[in-house]
């Protein structure tokens, strides 16, 4: 396996939160997908689970810039998920999947961790 690409990226909670109560459900809507805005909202604390996915898929869209059409990757192309084992994983679409594609990715590896103050996400695009 060879990497072609790699992102990291921190999130502060607090700065989340106060996104969250001054857009409200805006926030959900632009920038994750439905399932994982249905994920962060079951959450007892929906902004450090929404911080955690925003450092993800600014990781991601990090490793897969090198092109100028790649800087017009949209949040939502970009979905965090849980593969069976539980460890998180990526779903890529639109203009995201061809960016990776043209890359030769086959796997995109993510590493998240967080706290109540930060989050972070480190992504690896492979080839393998």
Same mark, same amino acid.
């Given at each position: 396996?060879? @990497? ?5 990226? %921190? ?20 920038? %994750?997908? @439905?399932?994982?805005? @249905? ?7 929906? *902004? ?6 925003? +450092? *993800? ?25 849980? @593969? ?11 203009? +995201?999947?061809?960016? +990776?594609? *043209? ?8 590493? %998240? ?16």
């Amino acid at each position: 396996m060879s @990497a072609v690409g790699v992102g990291v990226d %921190l999130v502060e909670v607090e700065r989340v939160r106060r996104m969250i109560t001054e857009k409200g459900g805006h926030v959900f809507d632009r920038l %994750l997908t @439905a399932p994982e805005a @249905a994920y962060c909202r079951s959450r007892p604390d929906p *902004a450090e689970h929404v911080a955690v996915r925003l +450092a *993800a898929k600014e990781a991601v869209y990090k490793a897969l810039q090198g092109s100028d059409e790649a800087r017009g990757i949209g949040w939502r192309e970009i979905e965090v998920v849980r @593969a069976a084992d539980g460890r998180p994983d990526v779903v890529l679409t639109g203009l +995201a999947a061809r960016r +990776a594609k *043209a890359m030769g990715v086959r796997r995109v590896l993510l590493s %998240l961790s967080h706290t109540h103050q930060a989050a972070v996400a480190v992504a690896v695009l492979a080839r393998e």
